[in-house]
């Protein structure tokens, strides 16, 4: 695409250019490679990051036995499950617990009517659409895909949360006996060993 | 089975082309289907490089991002961290993920429907018509499912900013800093005068009056550009009050329209295609009996209203009077004392007469025949006039002959009803010549003007903008620093109606609350909060004082309360009301109004024209209207319904007349009138009289922003001012040819199925013979049972989706375009991008004409995804990406699309719609407020196409599921049916036999698109069928030899 004196500079450039390429090529392949090998189902499996204020889901949920739904009071509602707002951790916390340096950090972030920025564990990828309503209403547990999360200090993911993860309940190849109890469409014959889809699984269940 | 002749040319044609014979075996025409871009510029490599890399090139630029593509995985095996921001105090009504309903109103006299607002984590995604309104039915026009991207339109105006008039510059000030001195300037002035659009709101009327009643010698004054001052005045002088009356097609079997485009831009088009449509369809089990209403046009152009017409008698632009006199005049024969004084001008316009003078277009037995029709349906008829192509220099006279036939024939308190609830309709150009002259006179001290935009849509004959410079202080509230807003001295940003508080009555009795559903997006007011503020200017409005919503309260309290509340507190009637939206208290009253004989001394012998002369009609734009909206990149870019042309402007000109003038399509001629002179790119138009060529107003806004500043030609500049009367249509003009070309973007000529019958349409007559197959137009639409490669699906669920449309009731307005643009997130494309045939709307509504080209037949058909059983899309899909379901539904599953197109090649509908660029991102700004959440927005690379709106399936099937039922047929309402005022498009379950859209796929006259290609496709189409007694022409017959 140049012209006259600079044609010969900038083709000696495209060589080393084509060069350079090549390697960038060759480390990626490799590296593609290893990512295959380390993530085998590029899952976040595991994930557990700090969160700015350490809430304790085994003292909340396990310790003082609060439903999940207390909280988390849309997952019955909503697609989303929804981190409480501040003001229902002040229900509790305006007279419990106030000497802590964490409650008082919350305390401060209520008054000045600043949110918490939490982040984010569980996580699907955009173009998935999954709503925990209907899930949460066939009388599916929490901790199906969440875990026991009544034991966990900092909340892991741990579930897989892929989409052959997914349709193992859905397509009832692996669904746990005790989904299968659960959600068991009207019409199957009560074998807890009968393998048919529990769920619907067309793409359009989850992808639009 | 007979063989089809592929060189006859088509019974339904698309472009004047076909007409030519054996276009499709062409050697040309084969060259461009074989070559997708036979005809259109393919952008330079260039030209990609830049817009996708800037600088690198793109091979290189692909070779880079594989690697980098790779190294980020391995980089960064964590996804992306994301944030989760809870409320600090979550208000009670929100769930985050669940949307809210709120009722409010579309607030505009020239189209107000009802509002149901759903709005997502706080701010509105969709706009729909509120199901309990009693006059929209849950149904909103284009404008009102466009509004909603207004709201959200970047180039607002933020706030108030003073102007400098000579330099242009502007300089933002505080609304304290503004009201302070402009109640000073405005309380100093002698004739203070208020120009606003009519307004709706009785509080916003009332607040202007407490204002102007403190400022003596002041006078507020309403202009609308697309008014009909001319149908005002005709009801003034007919009835003694300017109303616009109700109008009941469903009580009328005929009706008869001299140029109102009643369907299309008129004055409350939504309830007209509703109450339309619902006496356009039919039932085949009584086929022998059916009965259907019939619409005869008589005018020169082809609006929307003549598209749908039974009958169209073609007469030139300003000639409609002459007809309508002949009307009356036969309707009287035997009876001359009834004529009264206007005997003797009747007997100049007999229908001999009228014919002789028409040129040959308008027959004295058509004339004849249409009397006769009309007196057989006395009581039962209606006959109507107005728009703005109705506004000839005798627009006032065929508005007379019009009330005077619906009052010979009985229709008053019949089929129209000025009395029950009519809206009050002024004349409005009265006053605002007498502004004009006072400006010109130097007699105006201070103008506020709002919601209007007159330097724009006044002709340059009136004056406006040179007397501006004559008044001490301009004051403009406006959405836009649009034309006028930038000649004031204070351009003040107004608040959008979904941002404010309201009282609406538009029709008398029927009392809208307009609420806000989202706090002002920028530093905005409405009218009402902004003359509040210059009450009480030291006063100025704190975050937690909301003045216009206590008086806006008040004056509800007062004005419907104190009337309508039956005893109920205030607090909730006023609750009651938000909730549902409107307190009807419409008038029951059905009395005929009085024809007052003394209208008729404004009929006179007029002086005619000759027929031959070239007159020019100017139309409103069925997606711009007035040119308020130009901003909107969602209307700009609908295909007009006849031209089937985005994105401009342009001269209609009959097939014959071009000939003589040797234009076609896309030359650019010029057009000039002694008022004004433009260059306008032709389009050759099948159905224009033949000496009447016409344009739409609306366009070639100066100043309206990135989208629609210079979008086309403004033709406002060939209205007149004469004798008293705003003359817009039957002006003399001079067309000649200029020699440049301007390539418009035309969408006809995209997707086209190559000449494969797609269409079935059959007269009442036939219909009511034997409505079946026996009848249908073409042989080929329909096949027996025959072998299928495939297997078949099996739908064994519960639920299998379906669609049924009824093209008779279909008239083609393109409401569903947009809504199903904001439901589905579907982008915008441009000019440009039209012109490549790249537009991205998933339902388009394809116009065929049959007959011939001086005054042919149209039918629409609303194409959309057929979701077929044999797809052709499905077979060929590399990676699986579109497949069927176990409902019916041909999925398209976005993340799996790798852009081949593959699909879209085989599409035999051509509904399949490629993003080829990032088209999402124009979004920018606040403009990616108006994405629904529950649809993905699609990048570059990724095929997309009507789903069925499968998040409105999965929304109501898991609402269904939790209350252990079946889904309710109706209960899943697709947006384009949701939006379809005349109710053409019906949606539901296949599997329920007992279905309304099961019963319509059984329905005798109803075909599947392209049925010969055995794709089976989930939609029917009910066909068309017009009620002309004639039976098939010859002219039809001799393509199927």
Known sequence: MSSGSNSQASSRGSVRKKIGLFFVGVTAIFLIWTVICLFPNASNKGYGPTQPIPFSHRLHAGTHKIDCQYCHSQAERSQHASIPSLNVCMNCHSVVKTDSPYIQNLTKHYKEGKPIEWVRVHELPDHVRFSHSPHIRKGIGCETCHG????????????????????????????????????RPKGMPDDPNHKGPLAPFSCSTCHY | MEKQNLNAAPRHWVDLDELTPDYWNSAQEQEKRGQEFFHKPIETLEKIEKLDTQGIARRDFLTLMGASIALATAACARRPVH???????????????????????YPYAHECSGLLIKCR???????????????????????????????????????????????GLTQEVSWAQANADISKRLRSAKSLRVLTSALVSNSERKVLQD??????????????????????????????????????????????SFGADFLGTWTNAVAHRKLWGKKRKLASANAAHAKMSKLICVEPTMSVTATNSDERVLVASGDEYKVALALVGELLKGNSSAAGSAASVLSSYSAEAVAK?????????????????LSENRGKSIVLAGGISAQSENGLALQIAVNWLNSILGNEGKTILGNRAPQTYQVQKTRVMKLLEEMRA????ALVIAGTNPAYSFPESFGFKENLSKIGIVVTLASHLDETASRSDYALGASHYLESWGDVEVR??????????????????????????????????????????DYVRANWKAQVHAKHGRGAGVDDFWNATLQKGFVDARSSSEAPRAFRSAALANLTKFSGRPVQQIRLALYASSSLQDGRPANNGWLQELPDPVSTITWDNYLNVSPKLAKELGLSTNDVARVKSGAAEVELPVVVQPGMHASTVSVAVGYGRERSGKVGTGVGVNTFGFREGRAGQWVAAGLVVAVTKTGRRYELGLTQNHHRTENRPIINDLTLSEFQKNPGEANHTDPHLRLPEIKSLWSGHKYDGPYRWGMAIDLSSCTGCGACTVACQAENNVPIVGREGVRYAREMHWIRIDRYYSGSEDNPDVVYQPMLCQHCENASCETVCPVLATVHNDEGLNEMVYNRCVGTRYCQNNCPYKVRRFNYFDYWKNHQDQANLVWNPDVTVRTRGIMEKCSFCTQRIQEKKLLAKSENRLVRDGEIITACQQTCASEAIVFGNLNDPKSRVSQLQKEAHSFRALEILNNKPQ????SKVRNKQKERTEHDGQHHG
Not at chain 2, 442 to 445: A, F, L, S
């Open chain 2, 83 to 105: 944030k989760i921001i809870p409320y600090v105090v979550k208000p009670e009504e929100i769930t985050p993920g669940v949307a809210n309903y709120y009722a409010s109103v």
């Open chain 2, 508 to 549: 008398r009795g029927l009392h809208y609350i307009q609420q806000p559903v989202i706090a002002p997006l920028f530093d905005t007011r409405s009218l009402g909060e902004t003359i509040l503020g210059w009450m009480e200017p030291g006063k100025d409005q704190g975050m937690n004082a909301h003045p216009w919503y």
């Open chain 2, 357 to 373: 003078d028409s040129g040959g277009s308008v027959t004295a037995e058509k004339i004849r025949e249409i009397a006769h029709a």
């Open chain 1, 148 to 183: 026991d999360v009544r034991s966990m200090d900092k909340v892991q993911q741990v579930g897989d949360l892929t989409m052959g993860w997914c349709l193992n309940c859905h397509r009832n190849r692996a669904a746990p006996s005790d989904v299968i109890a659960t959600v």
């Open chain 2, 211 to 256: 204002f102007l009643s403190s400022h003596p010698g002041s006078e507020h004054i309403e202009y609308d550009a697309l008014h009909d001052n001319t149908f005002a005045e005709g009801q003034q002088v007919c009835f003694g009050e300017a109303v616009m009356p109700e109008y009941l097609f469903d009580r009328a079997d005929l009706v008869l």
């Open chain 2, 442 to 445: 130097g007699k105006v001290d």
């Open chain 2, 1019 to 1022: 939609i029917a189409y009910l």
């Open chain 2, 121 to 167: 984590e706080g701010r509105p995604i969709k706009l729909e018509g509120n199901p309990e309104d009693p006059i929209t039915q849950g149904k909103l026009g284009t404008q009102g499912q466009a509004s909603l991207l207004e709201l959200y339109d970047p180039e607002r105006l933020k706030g108030p900013l003073k102007v400098q008039r000579a330099s």
